[in-house]
């Protein structure tokens, strides 16, 4: 099962990713990870990234979508894999059909710009492990400490109101087309993420599971 997890900053969707991954063992591929992995590998495509990097200039998207690709191979991928944080853009959608990578359903994880903001003024981070945690709605069990590693707790520099804002902004006009052209492939499925964290996962688990008992 290959899936797509789409949805604005603050949405949840990386939250949503790491309860499918585990509840599929299917691994979860975020772009920043596959990008660091392959320039620590220095692999051709993550040589040609860090020359891009190391200028300042944003990646292409072939070459991201051909990083992708280098990931999927992968043994770990045999079953499925889930890209979170990509696509962002629909020409980056595009360029993946493009070179062949095949996706087989698309969650887009949907909630308002307010509750959203709401989220991410309350959300701290692992500066460890990446851990997410919110001071009201998923506190760890020790204030400022993650329970996964023990690591202290911080908040994100981009999460203050104004660059929420503009990320919103952004996300807007650039990666909200794609909800569009996933539902013109008819591979699109909306679950509500106004709620709490277990309600918007019944509701991703629901899709997928229909999904996997019906591929």
């Known amino acids: 099962m290959k899936v797509i997890i789409l949805g604005a900053p603050g949405a949840g969707k990386g939250t949503q990713a790491e309860i499918i991954s585990k509840f599929f063992n299917i691994p979860i591929i975020g772009t920043g990870a596959m990008i660091r992995e ?11 990234a860090k020359s891009f990097m190391d200028q300042g200039h944003l990646l292409p998207d072939e070459l991201v979508v051909g990083l992708v690709e280098e990931r999927i191979v992968l043994e770990d991928c045999k079953n499925g894999f889930i890209l979170d944080g990509f696509p962002r853009t629909l020409s980056q959608a595009i360029t993946l059909e493009n070179l062949g990578v095949s996706i087989d359903i698309v969650i887009n994880v ?14 701290i981070v692992c500066e460890n492990c990446r851990a997410s945690y919110h001071t009201e709605h998923k506190p760890p069990a020790v204030k400022g400490i993650c329970d996964r590693c023990g690591h202290k707790l911080t908040r994100r520099k ?5 660059t929420i804002n503009e990320r919103l902004e952004v996300y807007h006009e650039l990666t909200e087309p794609l909800i569009h052209y996933y539902v ?29 008992g019906n591929p």
């Open 38 to 48: 392959a320039m620590k590998k220095e692999s051709p495509l993550g040589q040609k």
């Open 110 to 123: 949907e909630a308002d710009d307010e509750t959203i903001k709401e989220r991410l003024i309350g959300r």
């Open 158 to 162: 981009d999460d203050t109101p104004e």
């Open 184 to 212: 013109d492939k008819g591979k699109l499925h909306t679950v509500d993420a106004t709620g709490t964290i277990d309600n918007t996962t019944l509701q991703t688990i629901k899709v997928l599971e229909a999904f996997h």
